[in-house]
């Protein structure tokens, strides 16, 4: 086993891959087993990245918050809309990222169902 270079994406794979593990090229006879793995390994990966994205949209929340309460002296004077703009932003980006999340975590449960007897 020697590590070569997918001809699509050209990036370092076993050559013993028969699917690119990051274009989902296929290099060889590929079975229905090979692409579920593949799809499956894929929608875990997304999974990953919202969430890691649904923390750092937590973090620019707390961040707007945080500029809220220093523009607002402690909640004693009215900030300029920035604060406002930019929570309203990160509250509407959580809820999309929730939404592909869920949407995600579904497909993966009808993947997982599909494979069973
Ligand atoms: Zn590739």
New binding site residues.
């Given amino acids: 086993m020697s590590i070569v270079a997918?001809p699509?994406?050209n990036?370092k794979?076993s050559s013993k891959a028969v699917i690119?593990n990051?274009?989902?090229?296929q290099l060889g006879d590929v079975t229905e087993h090979d692409l579920e793995v593949f799809r499956a390994r894929k929608l875990r990966d997304r999974i990953y990245r919202l969430n890691m994205t649904s923390y750092a949209v937590i973090t620019l929340f707390i961040a707007a918050f945080c500029w809220f309460w220093w523009e607002s002296r402690g909640f004693a004077v009215m900030p300029s809309p920035g604060p406002f703009v930019l929570m309203g932003l990160a509250a509407l980006a959580y809820v999309v990222v929730r939404v592909l999340i869920f949407r995600s975590r579904q497909l993966r449960k009808s993947m997982r169902q599909s494979k069973l007897p």
């Fill in positions: 997918c699509k994406c990036r794979i690119c990051y274009c989902g090229c």
